[in-house]
């Protein structure tokens, strides 16, 4: 993802979201583009016209915490956004060094994997910046049948999922708002790791299949995954609303612990349970078909 090309489009598009009655400036008539305009914006920051324009243009280099700061005020971003502009700057200041990345791990620590294991009253979810499943308890499991079974012996993930399959607008009974939150949360990803090619490739991707991607990429939107409530329809179980929390793992960075909880006492509790019951009856009947084949007479 070329940073200067990004901070310049996501700077406009920013700027365009924000109206003068929003940051109480007084409307001037007519304009020829919606939003401010770059002397409002440099007059709420405090600096000069034609340092906001070098910054907008998408020339970040030296621009000081306090500068950044001043424009995210100025242009009233929330976390998120205000976030991804530092990381978008940071990345135009890194070294030739600081641009290559280490090797990703093959594999998922043991006592990682004992930690997923061991939640048991909820779902929990491993899972890496690209949005690739890659471990999860029986429950977790259970409730992403359906990105399993379509993505076949591949790792499993999220966004080709959402983009790619059909299947996921059943599933999602909240599908526009899911895809929107699943491209806005991959472009923050891509902005905390701008040199990461496995990322940039996912993009590429998703832009070249699907056009749902491709126009919600363009609109430079950013999300901070943290927590919230997801609602499913799930094939066996029926509707599905689910509270969700996601864990850092600092030992392991970029990785996220992501846990579905159902409120105690709810329809939606009862039916985590019944799916925990579908679930162990499929690997009863799956270790009955095994042993049968193996019978000899």
């Known amino acids: 993802m070329p940073s200067k090309e990004e901070a310049r489009e996501f700077l406009v598009t920013r700027r365009a979201k924000v109206t003068p009655q929003m940051v109480g400036l007084p409307d001037a008539g007519a304009r020829r583009v919606p939003g401010l305009r770059r002397g409002e914006v440099a007059v709420l920051a405090g600096v000069?016209?034609?340092?906001?324009?070098k910054?907008?243009?998408?020339?970040?280099?030296?621009?000081s915490d306090e500068v950044l700061?001043?424009?995210?005020n100025a242009l009233r971003f929330d976390e998120a956004e205000r976030q991804y502009l530092f990381?978008?700057?940071?990345?135009?200041?890194?070294?030739?060094?600081?641009?290559?990345?280490?090797a990703p791990r093959s594999a998922v620590r043991d006592s990682l994997l004992h930690l997923v294991n061991s939640i048991t009253d909820g779902a929990a979810v491993?899972?890496?910046?690209?949005?690739d499943i890659l471990a999860t308890n029986e429950l977790g499991r259970a409730l992403y049948?359906?990105?399993?079974?379509?993505?076949?012996?591949?790792?499993?993930?999220y966004p080709r999922?959402?983009?790619?399959?059909?299947t996921s607008r059943s599933f999602y009974p909240d599908?526009?708002?899911?895809?929107?939150s699943s491209v806005a949360s991959m472009r923050t990803i891509a902005g905390r790791n701008p040199f990461d090619k496995s990322i940039t490739d996912l993009v590429g991707e998703l832009s070249t299949r699907s056009e749902e991607f491709r126009t919600r990429w363009a609109r430079h939107d950013v999300r901070l995954h943290i927590e919230g409530i997801k609602r499913l329809n799930h094939p066996e179980v029926g509707p599905l609303e689910l509270e969700y929390n996601v864990l850092a793992l600092p030992a392991d960075e970029g990785l996220g612990l992501t846990v579905y909880t159902a409120a105690p006492g709810t329809d939606s509790a009862d039916k985590l349970k019944l799916l925990a019951t579908w679930w162990a009856s499929q690997h009863v009947e799956t270790s009955a078909d095994a042993n049968h084949g193996d019978a000899r007479p």
Do not use: C, M
């Open 48 to 53: 000069s016209v034609e340092y906001y324009t």
């Open 55 to 63: 910054l907008e243009r998408g020339d970040l280099r030296g621009a």
């Open 69 to 72: 700061d001043a424009i995210a």
């Open 87 to 102: 990381n978008l700057a940071h990345a135009a200041n890194a070294s030739t060094r600081a641009r290559r990345k280490p």
């Open 126 to 131: 491993l899972g890496n910046p690209r949005g």
């Open 145 to 157: 049948d359906p990105v399993y079974r379509s993505q076949g012996d591949g790792t499993p993930g």
């Open 161 to 166: 999922f959402i983009f790619f399959d059909p």
């Open 175 to 180: 599908w526009e708002d899911i895809a929107d």
